[in-house]
């Protein structure tokens, strides 16, 4: 399979599929973290963030 923009990602290289995100939360005062995890864990770590989920 070829990629659609071929000529681009000779220019370019191909990318590396990461996506950077942001959850806060307006209703909590606390200090800031970073935090790298995988696409998939995003849905849970919302929920446990905004008290959702145990």
Do not use: H
Request: hydrophobic letters at 45%.
């Amino acid at each position: 399979m070829r990629p659609i923009m071929l000529k681009v990602y000779e220019a370019l290289g191909t990318p590396c599929g990461d996506v950077g995100c942001v959850l806060w939360s307006s209703s909590r005062a606390g200090n800031a973290t970073q935090r790298d995890f995988d696409v998939d864990q995003l849905a849970t770590l919302w929920l446990k963030n905004a008290a959702l989920l145990g």
